[in-house]
C-alpha cells in the first residue's frame, strides 16, 4: 500500500502506479484531453487499484453520455465484485460508494457522500473535482461554493493543485451571486496556472453575469493561447465568446464562431458540446435569425446519438435541435419515450429531474415551435425558478429564460412580460437583449416614447459592447 502526495494511502496500488494516478489526477483538474489515457495507464500498472477504478468510474458519469456511464457501471460492477473490502482504507470504502450511486443513477446520494468525504479528507482533489461537477450537474449553486471553499483552509497556498481549487471556487461563488469575489478567484488561480480553463471559464461567467460582455472578449482575447483550443473545455469558453459577439449584435462573427468551433464536420458528436451549439443556436431562433441548414446538420447529430433517459438537460437541448430544424414529430417522439419511462421507473435522480423540470421545459419549446405562445407561457411559468434543478449554469439557462420572455411577449401576457423584463433589467441593466425586448414590449403597449427610448438604450450598448 502506497500513499499519493498528501499521504492518503492507496491500496493494491504500487509505486509503479503512484506516478500516473498523480499525472492523471493533474491531467484531471486541468481538463487535458489525454486524462482518459492517463487512468488507463494506472489501472495497466495496477488493476485491482481502488483509486485507480475509482477514477475510472468517475469519468465514466462526468461526461454526461449514456454509454460511457453503461461501461463505465459494468466494469466497476466486475471490479466490486472481486473486491475484498478488508484492505480497503475507510476514504476508498466512501469513494466506492459514491462511485457506486453515481454509477447506479443516484446523483443526489453520490454527492452527499462526496460531501462527507471531503470534510474527512479535505485534500483529496478527485473527490472535491469529483463533487464539484456533481454540483454543476445538479444546479446546486451553494454546494457548488461551498463544498470547495469548505476544503480550501486545509491546503497549502503553494501547492499545485491549489490553484485549480481556486479555479473551482470562482465559479461556485459566481453562480451563488457573488461576482466581483469570484473574479478575483479566478484571477488569482490564474496567476498561479494561466492555462487553468476551468479558472479561464469561472472569470468569463462573471462578465456574463453582469453584463461585462466587451470585458469578456477582452479578457479572452488576451489569453486566446490559454483557452482556444487543446482542451476538453475549449468548445464551451469558444461558445461563451459566442455569446459575448451575440450581445454586441455581431451575427456574422456568430455564426463564424459556431462554424469553426461549436459544430463542423470534425466534432466529437459529445453530448457537452452538442448543448452548446443548440443553446447559441436557439438564441437566434429566439431572435428570428434562421439556420435551417445548421439547424438540419446540430439535429442529425443529436438523432445520431440514439440517447435514452439519461440526463434532462440533455433532453432539452435535443428538442431544441430538433424543434429548430422543424422536426417537431421527432421532438414529440423524445418527450414520449421519456413520459413512458418517467411512468415506467421506480427512483433515481434523473427521473425527478425530468419529470418535474425536463418534460415540462421541452413540451414548451415544442410549443413555441408550433407558434403555441401561450402554451409555452404556462408551461415555462410554473418552472423558471426551479431549473437549476435540471443541472447547468445561469449562463446555460437563460436560454431557456429568454424563451419564456420571448413567448410572453408573442401571446401578447404584458404585464407577464413587463414583469419578466423589470426582473431582467434590474439585474443587468447594460444586457442590449433586455432593452431591445423592452422596446418590443412598449410598442405592444402602445408607448413610442419609451419604445424609443429602450431601442436607444439597447442601440449604446451593442455599440459598447
Known amino acids: 500500500m502506497t500513499a499519493d502526495r498528501h499521504g492518503h494511502l492507496m491500496s493494491d496500488t504500487g509505486p509503479e502506479a503512484l506516478a500516473p494516478y498523480e499525472q492523471a489526477l493533474d491531467d484531471l483538474l486541468f481538463f487535458r484531453p489525454c486524462v482518459a489515457e492517463s487512468a488507463q495507464s494506472v489501472l495497466a500498472a495496477a488493476p485491482r487499484s481502488v483509486m485507480g477504478q475509482t477514477l475510472a468510474a468517475y469519468l465514466g458519469v462526468l461526461g454526461t453520455e449514456e454509454k460511457d456511464a453503461a461501461a463505465a457501471r459494468d466494469s466497476f460492477t466486475r471490479f466490486r465484485s472481486g473486491l475484498d473490502t478488508a484492505g480497503v482504507t475507510p476514504r476508498e470504502r466512501m469513494h466506492l460508494a459514491a462511485a457506486t450511486a453515481w454509477l447506479d443513477g443516484d446523483l443526489h446520494g453520490a454527492g452527499r457522500i462526496l460531501g462527507d468525504l471531503t470534510i474527512a479528507y479535505p485534500r483529496d482533489a478527485l473527490a472535491l473535482f469529483a463533487g464539484h461537477q456533481h454540483d454543476f450537474l445538479t444546479g446546486d449553486a451553494a454546494r457548488l461554493r461551498d463544498r470547495v471553499g469548505g476544503a480550501l483552509d486545509a491546503w497549502d497556498e503553494d501547492d499545485p493543485h491549489h490553484g485549480p481549487l481556486l479555479g473551482m471556487y470562482a465559479f461556485g461563488l459566481e453562480e451563488s451571486g457573488h461576482y466581483e469575489r469570484a473574479e478575483e478567484v479566478g484571477l488569482a488561480a490564474l496567476e498561479r496556472h494561466p492555462g487553468d480553463v476551468w479558472g479561464i471559464h469561472g472569470v468569463v461567467h462573471t462578465y456574463e453575469m453582469r453584463g461585462r460582455f466587451t470585458d469578456g472578449i477582452r479578457f479572452l482575447d488576451a489569453r486566446t493561447d490559454d483557452w482556444s483550443q487543446g482542451s476538453l473545455l475549449t468548445v464551451h469558453n469558444w461558445w461563451h465568446y459566442a455569446l459575448f459577439t451575440l450581445e454586441a449584435g455581431d451575427t456574422a462573427r456568430v455564426l463564424e464562431i459556431y462554424d469553426s468551433a461549436l459544430h463542423h ?7 457537452m458540446e ?5 443553446a447559441l443556436l436557439w438564441r437566434l431562433h429566439l431572435a428570428e435569425v434562421e439556420q435551417s441548414a445548421r439547424w438540419a446538420r446540430l439535429a442529425d447529430a443529436w438523432e445520431s446519438r440514439h440517447d435514452g433517459p439519461h440526463y434532462a438537460f440533455n433532453d432539452a ?5 430538433y424543434v429548430g430544424a422543424g422536426r417537431i ?11 413512458h419511462w ?13 419529470a418535474e423540470i425536463g418534460l415540462p421545459v421541452c413540451r414548451a419549446l415544442i410549443a413555441y415551435g408550433q407558434h403555441d405562445y401561450g402554451r409555452a407561457t404556462d408551461l415555462l411559468l410554473p418552472v423558471r425558478h426551479r431549473l437549476h434543478q435540471f443541472g447547468g449554469s445561469h449562463a446555460q439557462r437563460d436560454a431557456i429564460q429568454r424563451t419564456l420572455v420571448e413567448a410572453a411577449l408573442r401571446a401578447r401576457r404584458t404585464e407577464l412580460a413587463r414583469t419578466l423584463l423589470s426582473e431582467r433589467i434590474q439585474l443587468r441593466p447594460v444586457c442590449p437583449y433586455n432593452w431591445s425586448a423592452k422596446a418590443r414590449l412598449e410598442e405592444q403597449l402602445g408607448d413610442p416614447a419609451r419604445a424609443a427610448a429602450a431601442r436607444e438604450r439597447a442601440a449604446v450598448q451593442e455599440a459598447a459592447t
Open 329 to 339: 414529430a421527432q421532438a414529440q417522439r423524445l418527450v414520449q419515450d421519456r413520459e
Open 274 to 278: 452538442l448543448l452548446d451549439a443548440a
Open 317 to 321: 437541448h435535443a428538442v431544441m435541435a
Open 265 to 271: 464536420d470534425g466534432s466529437a458528436g459529445v453530448a
Open 342 to 354: 418517467v411512468a415506467a421507473e421506480p427512483g433515481g435522480s434523473n427521473r425527478a429531474m425530468t
